[in-house]
């Protein structure tokens, strides 16, 4: 499969006798080090990363692409092996009116998960689009190639107010098959101001009848510029959670700058899917009001996930409020406030956000936050805290300098246990000019 994409990559520029009318590449290499008392927690890895897009000229109402997203990570004090290391595209994307095409390593659509193979879609006309894939199915989150063998057919329909997916998954080795899967992904705004979306995974295996490996239906409504209103509901089989990254906002804060992904990003359900559910139902309010000078910033939002494993249940309640366009809108001041039930025990959860901007240029940003976490069981109260500090500065050549610190401690049978982590992360951006024709 790559020896074709390579062929289709060389044969598109040479059809063009033209070089290519654009490049766009995103390279960030980071360093990331971990520091804690307990053995074995401690590391020092290096990550880099790679987003490449290459579009040729349009031939005869064509338009080629070549992807590639991917990272290596190099975990240095444990030999040098490999660490989260992941291809998510790596391929050729052809474009036309009537059809689409993808050849190499592409997401299913209607689907988070990768393929290696061929997948089109030929446009019927009025928003009707009937295709199909096939090909290899690599491992979900190493990404590494599988000998597992999928295809099926798909169907999109495309209108002013949404959009929706039906697509088809049968996966299996030289044993037999071992999923199936009914893919289903839509979005529609009925009226102004009213967006809903609907995704799911129906899974089947040999083991497991057939239960949703991901469902969710949310909700928006606008009623005014200022005011957002959201609900929805979620259900899935297996633990859909990277390890506390649901519940603790300092995580996120570091993951999306070493990982390049955040909370909000689709979180992927366990392929091998159990017999029991997870169900979750959520909403909340943000009220963000317009305005040139400082304005006031509030929010509400509560979820709760059940389980039939009371252990596994978890809930949240949080309040939010700040102040945003203070000091000519180089300052912002965010406080949450938060009730969180978590393995059985409630606990109070409070910090505060601060990201201020002192260049009047805007080439230097700096983002901190502290939070404090206590127990409300009242003969051993268990405090946590959390504190961080990044900073990005803007260098020239489209460089982009992001150094940061985490500190964390959580005592443990009254046991001052820290760990510090700290990043550095530099990001090239290259663009190449747009071609004259």
Do not use: C
């Not at 059809?15 to 654009?22: K, N, S, T, V």
């Not at 971990?34 to 005869?60: C, H, I, K, W, Y």
């Not at 009226?191 to 497991?208: G, W």
Request: glycine share 10%; no cysteine; hydrophobic share 40%.
């Amino acid at each position: 499969m790559l020896r074709l994409v390579l062929l289709l990559l060389l044969a598109t520029p040479a059809l063009a006798d033209e070089p290519p009318a654009r490049v766009q590449n995103r390279v960030s290499l980071g360093v990331l080090g971990v520091f804690a008392p307990t053995p074995g927690v401690g590391n020092l890895e290096l990550q880099l990363s790679d987003r490449l897009r290459v579009r040729f000229r349009e031939l005869n109402g064509v338009k080629a692409e070549f992807r590639f997203d991917g990272r290596v990570g190099f975990r240095l004090l444990h030999g040098g092996e490999l660490d989260r290391t992941r291809i998510t595209a790596l391929g050729l994307h052809l474009e036309h009116e009537r059809f689409s095409l993808d050849a190499g390593r592409f997401r299913i659509q209607g689907s988070w998960r990768l393929a290696d193979g061929v997948q089109g879609m030929v446009r019927l006309g009025r928003g009707f689009e009937l295709g199909g894939w096939v090909g290899e199915v690599p491992d979900p989150y190493t990404t590494a190639p599988a000998p597992r063998l999928g295809g099926g057919p798909l169907f999109r329909f495309v209108h002013a107010k949404g959009q929706a997916s039906v697509g088809l998954e049968l996966a299996g080795t030289s044993a037999g098959l071992d999923r199936f899967a009914l893919l289903l992904a839509g979005r529609v705004e009925p009226v102004k101001r009213v967006e809903i979306a609907v995704r799911a995974d129906l899974q089947r295996t040999a083991e497991i009848p057939l239960v949703p490996a991901d469902l969710s239906l949310s909700g928006t409504f606008d009623p005014r510029d200022d005011l957002r209103l959201h609900a929805g509901y979620s259900a899935w089989s297996g633990l859909a959670y990277l390890q506390g990254l649901d519940r603790d906002p300092g995580l996120s804060r570091l993951a999306r700058r070493f990982n390049n992904f955040s909370i909000a990003d689709h979180t992927t359900a366990n392929d091998a899917v159990d017999s029991t559910l997870y169900h979750q139902a959520g909403g909340g309010l943000r009220w963000t009001p317009k305005g040139d000078n400082a304005t006031a910033v509030l929010g509400f939002d509560g979820r709760y996930r059940h389980h039939e494993l009371v252990t596994r249940r978890h809930a949240r309640a949080r309040l939010t409020a700040g102040v945003r366009g203070l000091l000519g809108d180089r300052l912002s001041l965010i406080t949450d406030n938060s009730a969180v039930y978590w393995r059985q025990r409630w606990r109070w959860e409070g910090g505060l956000t601060a990201r201020i901007e002192p260049d009047p240029k805007r080439v230097l940003s700096i983002d901190a936050s502290a939070r404090v976490s206590v127990s409300t069981v009242t003969d051993q109260p268990r405090p946590t805290l959390y504190a961080d500090l990044f900073a990005d500065l803007v260098l020239p050549h489209r460089v982009l300098l992001s150094v940061g610190y985490r500190f964390t401690n959580e005592l443990d049978a009254d046991v001052w246990n820290a760990a510090h982590v700290a990043l550095v992360r530099a990001t090239w951006t290259f663009r190449a000019p747009r071609s004259r024709k």
